[in-house]
């Protein structure tokens, strides 16, 4: 027995033994370490190399320290006098520890960062969650609070992801260690408190831009008693303490500690991070990463706990920070995968900012998707551009949104700004290069959510019935396809167009748009006033179907002529109607023969309603109007000009002023009866005809079919001109030198002979430096290659020799004559030119359908 006794007191004299030599050579080792980390410390190594060093050193001392058995009471078995002098070491060892810590601290508070590392190490392994690590991050915390009163600014980002870590340990079961944690966060916010270098001027920030709630609390609600009963109020403290950043560093460190296998650790972020977020959501920063987390997490999984908790952050972020939460989920692959649409469902349930929600979609919207060229792909082929598919991802996004039923009435109100974003869309989509099968569906099915949630389900149906929806993404296919939708919409009057006129006319006021797009908005615009709007409109509509006329784009100027067309009835209400004719009349020189042809007969159709006062002011402008275009490229558009001027002549009668203003321009007509289009010609003899009638010419035998001949015509008529109206000479010949240049040969051929016949029986009113102008004119023509010109030219260049070197005396004898001569019945052909172009054809009903009635628009032609 004595023997057993002896042996008991060996074992227990070796372990003592093996304890002390333990503890003595952690306390050694323990020296040389700090003697290493303060010599690092005041050497000129690389700050962050030095903490890197200093950190690696602290963890193999802590690692040591902390594995060392605890001298808690019944832990170790010795004398009284051996264990209170092992104990006495093991608190220096430790003392030893928190003194390096403390002055590292106090030479820089960024070394606070190595607590937060203590505090990981702690969690990595369950052996090192003990009260005294935990004694000693609070008294180097105590050590700092008291430091930061002494420094202007303070750098210690790691307080954000220490409170976390120390916040997780509120729920601990031993409580020693919760009362340390909450000791440990009580210092912490006293230090982020002192935190705000200019702390009046961010109090009254900050009460002025979040209210009272963004106010710091009292140091007496950082005690630590009343943090560690109430998480709520933990929760509150820290999110008003803490700058925006490091509390965004607290939320996301929460929210990665969801993913850890430790349920119970999992349930204690999650509470804490709702209770964060539901108070100060709003002082988060960096949003796109804490939704980015969500995702990442979402796609791993998680179990229905950590899913709701997920998605509940991520609507809570939501309700704080929409559009940030909005543009990071744009900005994933589309097609979106089940983590995204999720999230989109979360995002959904706050009907409290579906606005704003809406704006961010609609402000993607604006873009357009890209395209590229695949390189994998023999020939050129195109793809979906994977840099830029938010506008993309935004039509899906709608797709989710718009039929949920909280959204209704935010979506009734944005109701004009989606669908002309949506139709916008469409029309970006088809005009991409891809394959037709590989060509986005989402605008198209948000569109078709959009009516039926709008309450426009039978818009929905007719359009179908009419094959919209198949062709829309078709390019030939899209302006037909706005026609279609437009005139459907109101068809069907549909109870939004008030909002939607007033949404097209802002946009309208507020300037330039993409040409593609302002078409779109124009159809719409016009659409909606022909249906719900009686004529005459507003002068603030009238207005920008003035401007219209004008536009770039030949559709939109053809819109607004034909919108214009149909107001005639009302013309003479129109507030400065003279001013829109004006528009009209400078329209014709547009590079558009549609164009031109639809402000022809808009205009015809204004003047027949035209009150007489008004018509009488601008007939001139007109009728020179008219006379410009009958050179112009397009024989439709000659043929039409050169009737409404025989319409002209009719309405003016016997108006002096306007009826010489027509026959100085009558040059133009006579040689146009060379023009190698039927249809023109047809026109001249009708107009021609008209002045007979309206002048008493007696020339209308000479335009029938079987007398016809172009050289008698223009000999009858220029002899009627000078007679009557000799002062029109000049501006006859002007315009005839003019079509000397003509592309077209039978009108230089024309001009050539026209100005024979005005120097013949008008050279008497010619003075010299005139005729020599004719003369170098024609001169030029004798090097025309074009068939016959040569010798009418010549001819014509003889008789202006001629008339030039008349004695004085002659000129005043032929005057003379010609003054009391009115028969030119004696008047001989000068060059007796048989025509070759198609001047024979006959007038019937057959030829005058070749031109357009009136009222049809250029779209005819």
Avoid at 49 to 63: A, C, G, M, P, V
Avoid at 281 to 291: D, E, F, P, W, Y
Avoid at 559 to 588: G, R, W, Y
Wanted: glycine fraction near 2%; charged fraction near 20%.
């Amino acid at each position: 027995m004595i023997s057993s006794q002896r042996q008991k007191n060996s074992l227990r004299w070796h372990h003592v033994e093996h304890l002390a030599n333990s503890l003595l050579e952690a306390y050694a080792t323990l020296l040389c370490h700090q003697s290493m980390i303060l010599a690092i410390n005041s050497s000129s190594v690389d700050p962050l190399q030095q903490y890197d060093t200093q950190l690696e050193i602290i963890k193999s001392s802590f690692k040591m320290i902390f594995g060392l058995p605890s001298f808690d009471e019944g832990t170790v078995r010795t004398s009284g006098e051996d264990a209170e002098e092992l104990e006495i070491l093991y608190k220096n060892i430790l003392s030893l520890l928190e003194d390096t810590l403390l002055i590292l601290v106090s030479k820089d508070l960024y070394k606070l960062q190595i607590l937060k590392e203590m505090m990981v190490w702690m969690r990595e392994d369950n052996l090192y969650l003990q009260e005294k690590p935990l004694v000693i991050i609070s008294k180097v915390l105590r050590f700092a609070s008291r430091k930061v009163r002494e420094h202007t600014s303070i750098d210690a980002p790691c307080l954000g992801v220490l409170a976390a870590e120390l916040s997780l340990l509120y729920s601990h079961a031993d409580l020693t260690i919760v009362q340390q944690a909450s000791l440990a966060v009580y210092y912490l916010l006293s230090i982020a408190k002192r935190q705000m270098a200019d702390f009046q001027k961010y109090k009254a920030k900050m009460q002025y831009e979040c209210g009272n709630s963004c106010l710091l609390p009292p140091d007496s609600e950082f005690r630590p008693g009343i943090l560690k009963q109430d998480k709520t109020k933990l929760a509150q403290s820290i999110g008003q303490t803490l700058l925006p950043s490091l509390l965004t560093d607290f939320v996301l460190y929460l929210l990665t500690k969801l993913s850890t296998s430790n349920q119970e650790t999992t349930t204690k972020a999650a509470a804490i991070l709702k209770l964060t977020l539901k108070y100060h959501a709003q002082k988060i920063t960096r949003v796109s990463q804490l939704v980015d987390t969500i995702y990442k997490q979402l796609n791993e999984n998680p179990s229905y706990f950590i899913k709701d908790v997920l998605l509940e952050v991520a609507t809570l972020l939501t309700q704080s920070s929409p559009k940030a939460v909005i543009f990071q989920l744009l900005d994933y692959p589309v097609p979106a995968d089940k983590a995204v649409m999720l999230m989109w469902q979360a995002v959904g349930t706050k009907p409290q900012v579906a606005p704003q929600v809406l704006k961010a979609i609609l402000l993607v919207l604006k873009d357009k998707p890209w395209e590229v060229e695949d390189s994998l792909q023999e020939g050129k082929c195109f793809i979906l551009d994977a840099t830029n598919m938010m506008p993309l991802a935004a039509s899906q996004a709608l797709c989710v949104l718009l039929p949920i039923n909280s959204y209704n009435k935010t979506v009734a109100q944005f109701f004009p700004e989606l669908f002309m974003a949506l139709m916008f869309q469409l029309l970006y989509i088809s005009q991409l290069r891809v394959q037709t099968q590989d060509r986005p569906l989402y605008a198209r099915e948000a569109l078709r959510i959009l009516l039926n949630c709008s309450g426009l389900q039978h818009v929905d149906t007719a359009l179908k019935n009419k094959f919209f929806w198949s062709h829309i993404y078709q390019t030939y296919y899209y302006h037909d396809g706005v026609n279609l939708m437009a005139r459907t919409l109101c068809d069907c009057n549909f109870p939004q167009f008030p909002e939607t006129l007033r949404y097209l006319y802002k946009i309208l006021v507020q300037g330039p748009r993409r040409s593609e797009e302002h078409i779109i908005i124009v159809t719409f615009f016009i659409k909606i006033l022909d249906k719900f709007f009686k004529d005459p409109l507003p002068e603030l509509f009238l207005v920008f179907l003035r401007n219209w006329i004008s536009d770039s784009n030949p559709e939109i100027s053809k819109l607004s002529l034909q919108k214009i067309t149909s107001m005639a009835p009302v013309v003479n209400k129109i507030e400065n109607v003279s001013s829109l004719l004006t528009s009209i009349l400078d329209a014709f020189v547009s590079r558009e023969d549609t164009v031109v042809i639809q402000a022809l007969l808009t205009l015809r159709k204004l003047v027949d309603k035209l009150d007489k006062v008004t018509y009488s002011s601008l007939c001139t402008r007109i009728a020179s109007s008219y006379f410009c275009l009958m050179d112009h490229f397009s024989g439709s558009v000659r043929s039409l000009a050169i009737r409404h001027l025989a319409d002209l002549l009719k309405d003016v009668g016997q108006q002096t002023s306007t009826l010489k203003h027509i026959m100085r321009g009558l040059a133009p007509l006579l040689l146009c009866l060379e023009d190698s289009d039927g249809r023109v010609v047809s026109a001249c003899k009708y107009t021609l005809k008209i002045c007979d009638s309206e002048l008493e010419w007696s020339i209308a035998n000479l335009l029938k079919d079987e007398n016809y001949n172009f050289e008698l015509v223009v000999l009858y008529t220029c002899n009627h001109l000078i007679l009557s109206h000799e002062s029109c000479t000049t501006y006859l010949i002007c315009d005839a030198l003019r079509f000397l240049g003509n592309p077209q040969v039978h009108l230089r051929r024309a001009a050539v002979i026209l100005l024979g016949y005005l120097a013949q029986l008008g050279g008497h009113l010619l003075f010299k430096d005139e005729i020599e102008v004719m003369t170098e004119a024609v001169e030029r023509m004798l090097q025309d290659e074009g068939p016959g010109i040569q010798k009418l030219a010549e001819i014509t260049h003889n008789l202006l020799k001629k008339i030039a070197n008349r004695p004085r005396s002659t000129t005043i004898k032929l005057a003379i004559q010609r003054f009391f001569k009115f028969s030119a019945k004696e008047l001989k052909l000068i060059y007796n030119w048989k025509s070759t172009t198609q001047t024979d054809l006959p007038e019937t009903e057959d030829q005058l359908s070749l031109y357009p009635p009136q009222d049809t628009t250029a779209s005819d032609f």
